[in-house]
């Protein structure tokens, strides 16, 4: 079951450790830093296997009745293991807590990067489904695919 974790050093040394060990989805050095500042004052839950974090998942609200799964990371050689389930979960449950009625998640539109088709499936799994793509919110590179779910 993952964890809460309320110290913003500690949010900001477990999204750096695992982020920089996912080149293939977080590959870009300056928008890394940005989620790993980020980290600090958002709703943040972590995933330990023998007291490692292997894995996390930040919020941000982006209305009164959204929260965003803002950023989210599993070591590699965990995933396919139920971690990302789990963290899902935990963040599933405080959103419906906090009386948020949808959820939503950003990721690059399907057909771009093998990486992360595999990403949107596992959303997809969860129940998330396309809401709208943004061809340059990002860049014409990484077209942005939002994805909803009701809480």
């Known amino acids: 079951m993952p964890a809460i974790i309320q110290s913003p050093e500690e949010k900001a040394a477990i999204s750096a450790q695992i982020l920089r ?11 890394t830093a940005e989620y790993i500042e980020a980290c600090r004052s958002l709703p943040f839950w972590a995933e330990y296997r023998d ?6 998942l930040a919020m941000r609200e982006t209305g009164p009745y959204t929260a965003e799964l803002y950023v989210m990371g599993v ?5 396919r293991q139920g971690v990302g389930r789990a963290l899902f979960s935990s963040f599933q449950e405080y959103a419906k807590a906090k009386g948020y009625e949808y959820l939503q998640v950003k990721t690059v539109d399907a057909g771009r990067y093998p990486e992360y088709d595999r990403t949107r499936l596992f959303y997809e799994s969860l129940g998330f489904r396309k809401l709208e793509t943004f061809p340059t919110l990002w860049d014409e590179w990484n077209p942005c695919l939002v994805l ?3 809480v």
């Open 21 to 31: 060990s996912l080149p293939e989805w977080f590959g870009l050095p300056e928008s």
């Open 51 to 56: 007291g490692t974090p292997v894995g996390f």
């Open 75 to 79: 070591l590699k050689e965990y995933h």
């Open 148 to 150: 909803i779910r009701s």
